[in-house]
């Protein structure tokens, strides 16, 4: 599949700050990334879908001013949660997918976020 | 309907036994399909594509039945390092590459 990287792996941060994650697809260019979130013992759940040059689709019940993403780039989308609270904890991981039907998704390592 | 059905599980099956899921979806325009591996605390890993003719990779064997609209992951000869978290992941047409995948279902061989 396609080789997703993703920073930083693991963070913590005090209630209130703002947490940027970076995934990047390497070697190359994707439109459309796709960011997850995973509580313990859950499945994936799909938060939003990142559009490289407009803005991001969100799924429903989250809100796109709490998770702000930004995919600047072919290569590389943001998820930046602001004013993280301590249930905002949790796993996020980003996948993409080379541009061909028949390409399958990559996903990023994920970054585990502890908020105290 | 939901786009794809999965049934989380647990399946708990002692090692050597074999063990199948079904991922059932919904959209019949949906054109790619796979089976993902996750586990704990880890992401996604592609375990196999799954393609019409059916495909075998060692002991796993993925089939797609277009008619019914679901696929099969067949596993043979359960190995503890099995246990996971199976996902089924469907691509179909539409504006940004729509991505469907179901909520896995877990796998636990027991010695």
């Known amino acids: 599949g396609a080789v997703v990287s993703q920073h930083p792996s693991w963070v913590i941060c005090k209630s209130g700050t703002s947490v940027k994650i970076e995934c990047r697809s390497l070697d190359f260019q994707a439109t459309t990334m796709f960011w997850y979130r995973q509580f313990p013992k859950q499945s994936l759940m799909l938060m939003a879908t990142?559009?490289?040059?407009?803005?991001?689709?969100?799924e429903q019940g989250v809100e796109k001013d709490k998770f702000l993403i930004n995919h600047a780039s072919l290569t590389l989308s943001t998820l930046t949660v602001t004013s993280a609270h301590p249930e905002d904890s949790s796993f996020y991981i980003c996948?993409?997918?080379?541009?061909?039907?028949?390409?399958?998704?990559?996903f990023g390592p994920g970054t585990r976020l502890t908020v105290l | 309907r939901k786009e794809v059905e999965q049934d989380p599980g647990p399946f708990n099956v002692p090692e050597g036994a074999t063990v199948a899921f079904n991922c059932t979806y919904s959209n019949s325009a949906s054109q790619s399909f796979f089976w993902y591996r996750q586990d704990c605390r880890k992401e996604p890993k592609l375990l196999m594509s799954v393609y019409s003719s059916g495909n075998e990779d060692g002991r796993f064997t993925a089939q797609l039945n277009r008619a019914s609209q679901y696929i099969s992951l067949l596993i043979r000869d359960s190995k503890l390092s099995d246990s996971a978290t199976y996902l089924c992941v469907f691509t179909s047409p539409g504006g940004y590459q729509k991505v469907t995948f179901g909520i896995g279902t877990k796998l636990q061989v027991i010695p």
């Open positions: 990142s559009n490289e040059g407009s803005k991001a689709t969100y």
């Open positions: 996948s993409a997918r080379e541009p061909t039907w028949a390409d399958p998704l990559g």
